[in-house]
């Protein structure tokens, strides 16, 4: 990080520190890091946020999957621990930024929450890995099947990997073809398109859009809390802990790392994505394809195109 970031931060971070234990006005709360904008939340999509909310706090972790994951009355979490992350093969362009969390509740059953700010394909593979890992893991030497626990894979995605549908929420779980009604429950996937999700209403699953409300929607530009989301203890509790008062000096610069890797990655993935679209544009106009053609199929432009014969 460039040493005038550095020093940005620190100078912030000392003044919001001071403001915080000898100011009760709400406005000098509203301290942004960079920029001098007046802001006072962190995005809890940031790693060192997402993970100080639902990897430090279990009751906020249980309130989020109990109002997110479809699961039944009696399957409904009571209490749960953490477990420490498996070392799972990282997706190259996306090493930096997908976070995640791993618990098991009073039943055993097994939870694995991921956060990514861009989709690849390559990401759908990763979660069903990590989650069939962890079912595998399960049993020792010499130990029935009937011990196996169902284990529930979730991931948190900041971008939209499904264009064709106005869906936000995938639930994926293995089902007889003929008759969908019989299922296996032991594994299933749930992927959040967070960009796609908009509330409808507030009655049907309530704490769900108002969890996911709070995932979507609040970041440095947040001025004010809905007052729906500070009536839920836990979402409340979420809040402060999004507060930039609430994070050491080494925190925020973790915050500040986090976003400048999400730019590069963002960048690269676009890069590889132009790449893979001019080689496609080569070889069509080595088949002696219309020029017209190829610029409507690739959405290039003609002089683009003509710089590549």
């Known amino acids: 990080m460039h040493i005038l970031a550095k020093i940005n931060i620190l100078l912030n971070y000392i003044l919001i520190q001071y ?10 709360s509203f301290i942004k890091i960079k920029g001098g ?21 279990p009751d906020l972790l249980k309130s989020f999957l109990n ?21 799972v093969p990282v997706i190259p362009l996306l090493k930096y930024t997908i976070v995640d969390v791993k618990c098991t509740d009073h039943q055993g059953q097994i939870f694995i929450v991921e956060m990514q700010i861009e989709w690849t394909a390559s990401f759908m593979q990763r979660m069903l890995f ?20 169902p284990v529930y894979g979730l991931g948190l995605i900041n971008s939209e ?8 929420y995938h639930h994926y779980k293995i089902v007889n ?44 530009e947040t ?17 402060e802990l999004s507060e930039e008062a609430a994070y050491s000096l080494g925190e925020l610069e973790t915050y500040e790392k986090y976003w400048d890797a999400v730019r590069v990655e ?26 017209t053609f190829v610029a409507r199929l690739t959405g290039l432009s003609i002089e683009v195109l003509e710089k590549l014969y």
Do not use: C
Request: no cysteine.
């Open 19 to 28: 403001l915080t234990f000898h100011e009760t006005g709400i406005l000098y």
């Open 37 to 57: 904008k007046m802001s006072r939340y962190l995005d809890p999509k940031a790693d060192v946020v997402f993970k100080k909310i639902f990897g430090q706090h």
């Open 67 to 87: 109002a997110v994951l479809p699961l039944s009355g009696d399957g409904l979490i009571k209490s749960l621990e953490y477990l420490p992350s498996d070392q």
């Open 130 to 149: 990590n989650a069939s890992q962890a079912y595998v893991k399960q049993l020792g030497k010499a130990e029935d099947y009937h011990l196996l626990k």
């Open 161 to 168: 990997f499904d264009s064709k549908s106005e869906d936000w």
């Open 177 to 220: 073809i003929e008759n969908p009604k019989k299922e296996i429950k032991d594994l299933q996937l749930v992927f959040i398109e967070l960009p796609k999700f908009k509330a409808k209403t507030l009655e049907e699953k309530k704490l769900r859009v108002l969890w996911l409300r709070f995932i979507s929607e609040l970041n440095a």
């Open 223 to 239: 001025k004010k809390i809905p007052e729906e989301w500070l009536a839920v203890p836990e979402i409340k509790k979420a809040v």
């Open 266 to 291: 963002k960048t690269l993935i676009h890069d590889n994505y132009e790449k893979g679209i001019e080689t496609v544009a080569k070889n069509m106009l080595k088949e002696r394809m219309d020029l």
